[in-house]
């Protein structure tokens, strides 16, 4: 017998190559397919799956021929569906009776293997020299065009590559607007957009402890399920909004809402993946950015990984699942931060005295208040300001108000309370302030 592994190199890097959501959501599709194709190449040539999600796949088959001829057709697969803009490696060792040491030999294997194909590989030229800029793709920017599509009421041209993500996103795709609760490409004025990324904690450990293929095989699809329900579930709690899900893995989920919905969906998802936590014993964090519409989604996605990774480094501190926030400025490169001053519990995100509450109490603040709330906090020394914003409370019951709630959630979480001031301000701002403006004129209107 023996162990046939594939792993997608720079799966990230791939998904969001290109700016426009349609074409990002259909390079996660193609993904998807592949992880599917692979399971049937693989049952094709007599090998039993054990998985195939999220850019890796793992495979049992009798022979060396077989083996080898198994893992050149998984490569090949994935470069036909994908025009070649997705590469994955495979590799395959014998397997031995220790399931779990089998497959360790075979990760080192498929690490070396990826080192010899980088090493062994000619760079790829996908922009000739000389290409003028009339002949790039319109898309990504990274290859010459080779097809053309309409995008609204104009034609783009674009390259082989964006043309198969083109195609695999199949039909019409939520835009931006939509899912802020515009029409076309009209975004609401002051709407917020968010990203939210929820991914399973030590889930290479946990996962390395299997010792059978069958359990390994079980244990991912009922993961994956668990993933899959919980993904459908925030669809149905925020319809008819859609949604806009890209699968960046097996078993995470990132989905971009309007940042008004995010205590619904976050309540949906985690109440479902609680099934999880409990049958497989598997943790979840979560990072969650929020920011203004149109920029690339890649900076959300980045900035939902630096959020997520905060908070899973507190959730193994802690034993708790972890939320990170993050917000996202206009910039060359975008800027994120943690903006509470450190991750906090899932359950300190929710409900009365959580996060979200507290950006309502916020906002609740009349806005020449909430300006100088901003201006206190912004004061160069710690003391200045903790004397300032007291001063304020004594003036303002609103402010009063949301500075109890703010020193509560602080102090019950150990997070630095002017730090989670200053965040919860941030997120009021990020939308609240610019929406009640376009309200406020609507009516004068
Ligand atoms: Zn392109």
Request: aromatic fraction near 6%; hydrophobic fraction near 45%; charge should be neutral.
């Given at each position: 017998m023996y162990l046939v592994g594939y792993d997608v190199a720079g799966v990230h890097r791939y998904v969001?190559?290109?700016?426009?959501?349609?074409?990002?959501?259909?390079?996660?599709?193609?993904?998807?397919?592949?992880?599917?194709?692979?399971?049937?190449?693989?049952?094709?040539?007599?090998?039993?799956?054990?998985?195939?999600?999220?850019?890796?796949?793992?495979?049992?088959?009798?022979g060396e021929k077989a083996a080898a001829s198994l893992a050149t057709k998984l490569t090949q697969t994935l470069q036909h569906l994908t025009a070649d803009g997705a590469r994955c490696t495979a590799a395959w060792v014998e397997s031995s009776r220790d399931f779990r040491a089998g497959r360790r030999r075979l990760a080192a294997e498929l690490r070396a293997e990826r080192f010899r194909v980088a090493l062994g590989s000619a760079p790829r030229v996908l922009l000739p020299r000389g290409t003028w800029p009339s002949g790039v793709c319109e898309a990504c920017g990274r290859e010459v065009r080779t097809a053309s599509r309409r995008v609204g009421d104009r034609g783009e041209g674009i390259?082989?590559?964006?043309?198969?993500?083109?195609?695999?996103?199949?039909?019409?795709?939520?835009?931006?607007?939509?899912?802020?609760?515009?029409?076309?490409?009209?975004?609401?004025?002051?709407?917020?957009?968010?990203?939210?990324?929820?991914?399973?904690?030590?889930?290479?450990r946990r996962l390395a402890e299997v010792a059978s293929p069958d359990d390994l095989r079980r244990f991912s699809e009922r993961l994956t399920g668990f993933v899959r329900d919980a993904v459908g579930g925030a669809r149905t709690a925020l319809s008819p909004r859609p949604i806009l899900e890209v699968a960046v893995g097996g078993d995470d989920a990132l989905l971009f809402c309007d940042a008004a919905q995010v205590p619904?969906?976050?309540?949906?998802?985690?109440?479902?993946?609680?099934?999880?936590?409990?049958?497989?014993?598997?943790?979840?964090?979560?990072?969650?950015?929020?920011?203004?519409?149109?920029?690339?989604?890649?900076?959300?996605?980045?900035?939902?990984?630096?959020?997520?990774?905060?908070?899973?480094?507190?959730?193994?501190a802690t034993g708790r699942s972890h939320v990170g926030i993050g917000a996202l400025i206009a910039?060359?490169?975008?800027?994120?931060?943690?903006?509470?001053?450190?991750?906090?519990?899932?359950?300190a995100f929710l409900g009365s005295g959580g996060v979200?509450?507290?950006?309502?109490?916020?906002?609740?603040?009349?806005?020449?208040?909430?300006?100088?709330l901003g201006d206190d906090l912004a004061l160069p020394s710690r003391e200045e300001a903790k004397l300032a914003v007291?001063?304020?409370?004594?003036?303002?019951?609103?402010?009063?108000?949301?500075?109890?709630?703010?020193?509560?959630?602080?102090a019950a979480h150990g997070l630095d309370h002017l730090a989670l001031l200053r965040g919860v301000l941030a997120l009021a701002g990020t939308g609240g302030a610019a929406r009640e403006r376009a309200t406020g004129e609507v009516e004068q209107a």
């Open positions: 969001f190559e290109p700016v426009r959501p349609v074409d990002v959501l259909g390079g996660s599709r193609l993904l998807e397919r592949f992880a599917v194709e692979a399971a049937k190449v693989a049952a094709r040539q007599g090998a039993t799956v054990i998985y195939s999600a999220g850019g890796t796949g793992l495979f049992q088959v009798d390259g082989p590559r964006c043309r198969a993500r083109y195609q695999a996103a199949g039909g019409p795709v939520p835009t931006i607007a939509e899912i802020l609760g515009g029409e076309g490409d009209d975004v609401p004025r002051g709407a917020v957009l968010a990203a939210v990324y929820v991914d399973a904690d030590e889930l290479g619904e969906l976050t309540g949906s998802v985690w109440e479902r993946l609680a099934g999880a936590s409990s049958d497989l014993g598997v943790r979840f964090s979560t990072g969650i950015v929020l920011g203004e519409p149109f920029l690339p989604l890649r900076l959300y996605f980045g900035a939902a990984e630096e959020a997520l990774r905060a908070a899973k480094g507190r959730s193994h910039g060359p490169r975008g800027a994120a931060q943690d903006v509470l001053g450190g991750p906090v519990p899932q359950e979200w509450a507290l950006v309502g109490r916020v906002r609740a603040i009349v806005p020449a208040q909430r300006a100088g007291e001063h304020r409370a004594l003036r303002d019951k609103g402010v009063a108000h949301a500075l109890s709630g703010t020193r509560s959630l602080a």
